[in-house]
Nanobody, 116 residues
Framework: QVQLVESGGGLVQPGGSLRLSCAAS????????MGWFRQTPGKERDLVAT???????NYADSVKGRFTISRDGTKNMVYLQMNSLKPEDTAVYYC??????????WGQGTQVTVSS
């Protein structure tokens, strides 16, 4: 089974930027959708951004215009560019891939902290 590993999280000041990366151990060419969720303590995991297999993207209202999701199928990578970060963006960010056949794989998460 393909494994996902996130990286790029860290501490950033409000207004700053981070780029999260998600590396897959195998091919991610055959998928239904893939993307990023985030979770804060005591709350459910919320969708941040997703790419559908046809290429369209969807974003949570709270990140529209600030975050951009992309993928590189040749490198088996998924990215999340986060700009104009706010303290409320602080969370653990998880990437996922929903493969054909409804196999859902999650990464282990990467912490993003937005604080001055």
């Amino acid at each position: 089974q393909v494994q996902l590993v996130e990286s790029g999280g860290g501490l950033v000041q409000p207004g700053g930027s981070l780029r999260l990366s998600c590396a897959a151990s195998g091919s991610i060419l055959r998928f239904n959708d893939m993307g990023w969720f985030r979770q804060t303590p005591g709350k459910e995991r919320d969708l941040v951004a997703t790419i559908i297999s046809g290429g369209s993207t969807n974003y949570a209202d709270s990140v529209k215009g600030r975050f951009t999701i992309s993928r590189d199928g040749t490198k088996n990578m998924v990215y999340l560019q986060m700009n104009s970060l706010k303290p409320e963006d602080t969370a653990v960010y998880y990437c996922y891939v929903n493969f054909y056949g409804s196999t859902l794989v999650w990464g282990q998460g990467t912490q993003v902290t937005v604080s001055s």
